[in-house]
């Protein structure tokens, strides 16, 4: 977890700007605790086709580490610039790519999604078929969609 403020990191993310790009970033940049495992993203509000320039901004995720933190801002600054020349773009996009290289950002994030459950069902039919869901099933009322027969729970695990 990162142990920066609100104003250190909007701080950050301007003087990341200003040495990696040349030139400054000045909207918003803000945690957003909702993130889970991506880094961070730029957001590009749009009214109809048309994005609203000054209400972009940057949501960080608080889970990175502070060793992490600048990697994740180089890497959404870069998404940031290349809108600024190109537009909107993907990831796989070979300026983007080159840019990402240019300035040593990370090309993913080094948090890693965890699921919370899984649960393992088995129909009782005569071929078995195995199920696995990461939301419990009601199996009073779910059947098995190949055959139709009966579900059974086989085993869960939950992650913490």
Same mark, same amino acid.
């Given at each position: 977890?990162?142990?920066?403020?609100?104003?250190?990191?909007?701080?950050?993310?301007?003087?990341?700007?200003?040495?990696?790009? $040349?030139?400054?970033?000045?909207?918003?940049? #803000?945690?957003?605790?909702?993130?889970?495992?991506?880094?961070?993203?730029?957001?590009?509000? #749009?009214?109809?086709?048309?994005?609203?320039?000054?209400?972009?901004?940057?949501?960080?995720?608080? $889970?990175?580490?502070?060793?992490?933190?600048?990697?994740?801002?180089?890497?959404?600054?870069?998404? =940031?610039?290349? =809108?600024?020349?190109?537009?909107?773009?993907?990831?796989?996009?070979?300026?983007?790519?080159?840019?990402?290289?240019?300035?040593?950002? +990370?090309?993913?994030? +080094?948090?890693?999604?965890?699921?919370?459950?899984? =649960?393992?069902?088995?129909?009782?039919?005569?071929?078995?078929?195995?199920? $696995?869901?990461?939301?419990?099933?009601?199996?009073?009322?779910?059947?098995?969609?190949?055959?139709?027969?009966?579900?059974?729970?086989?085993?869960?695990?939950?992650?913490?």
């Amino acid at each position: 977890m990162t142990e920066i403020n609100q104003i250190d990191l909007q701080a950050l993310a301007e003087r990341l700007s200003l040495t990696y790009f $040349k030139m400054p970033f000045q909207h918003q940049v #803000r945690f957003n605790s909702r993130l889970r495992s991506t880094g961070g993203r730029v957001v590009f509000p #749009r009214r109809g086709s048309r994005i609203l320039e000054a209400e972009i901004y940057m949501e960080v995720n608080p $889970k990175l580490s502070n060793e992490q933190l600048p990697g994740i801002i180089k890497h959404e600054l870069a998404h =940031y610039m290349i =809108y600024l020349q190109k537009g909107l773009h993907h990831e796989n996009d070979r300026d983007f790519q080159r840019l990402l290289v240019k300035v040593a950002a +990370p090309k993913y994030s +080094p948090l890693v999604s965890v699921h919370k459950s899984a =649960y393992l069902y088995r129909c009782q039919g005569t071929q078995h078929h195995e199920f $696995k869901r990461s939301r419990k099933v009601d199996i009073r009322r779910m059947r098995c969609g190949i055959d139709g027969s009966r579900l059974m729970l086989v085993s869960e695990y939950h992650a913490k």
